[in-house]
């Protein structure tokens, strides 16, 4: 992961957050199940220290993929309020209707909950703009209008 990516201050709060987790209570989880596990005897044919040793596998590639994810990052701040940027909460119109959407970074987008990546085609025609601009986004279903409301 050499490039650089940009993450909002929310998202790495979260990846902080989640890191120090697997550091401490998911490890010693994971160490206690070992431990366990070891005492039920045969270890070739013991499932649950199998399963105890997969866990740890994958909890330490997620601490190294995190820890160098943290490495290769840069946190943006909160924007100005009169332009749309990395966390902006906005409201547009759409055929008549209004959607919500905030804009993340790459790990942290959510679709269903209206969280889009700013390198998604929706997000990244979103960033710069203004209170009442129309930004029209090329999808697959053709070319969507959004004029935009409220940014918060």
């Known amino acids: 992961m ?25 490890r010693r989880e994971i160490a206690d199940r070992i431990e366990k596990a070891k005492e039920l005897g045969d270890l070739s044919e013991n499932a649950e220290y199998s399963d105890a040793k997969e866990a740890q596998a994958f ?38 209707q209004e959607k919500e959407f905030m804009i993340v970074s790459f790990n942290e987008a959510d ?24 930004v029209t986004v090329h999808t697959p279903k053709g070319e969507i209008k959004y004029k935009i409301v409220k940014i918060d």
Request: aromatic letters at 4%; glycine letters at 12%.
């Open 111 to 134: 679709p269903l909950a209206g969280k889009v990546s700013n390198e998604s085609p929706l997000g990244f025609s979103f960033l710069g703009k203004k209170l009442g601009d129309v």
């Open 59 to 96: 909890n330490e590639g997620r601490i190294s993929e995190i820890t160098s994810l943290l490495k290769n990052i840069t946190v943006v701040k909160n924007h100005a309020k009169n332009e749309i940027g990395m966390g902006s909460k906005i409201t547009v119109e759409t055929n008549g």
């Open 2 to 26: 050499g490039d650089q990516q940009i993450i909002s201050e929310e998202g790495y709060l979260k990846l902080q957050e989640e890191l120090h987790q697997l550091n401490t209570t998911k």
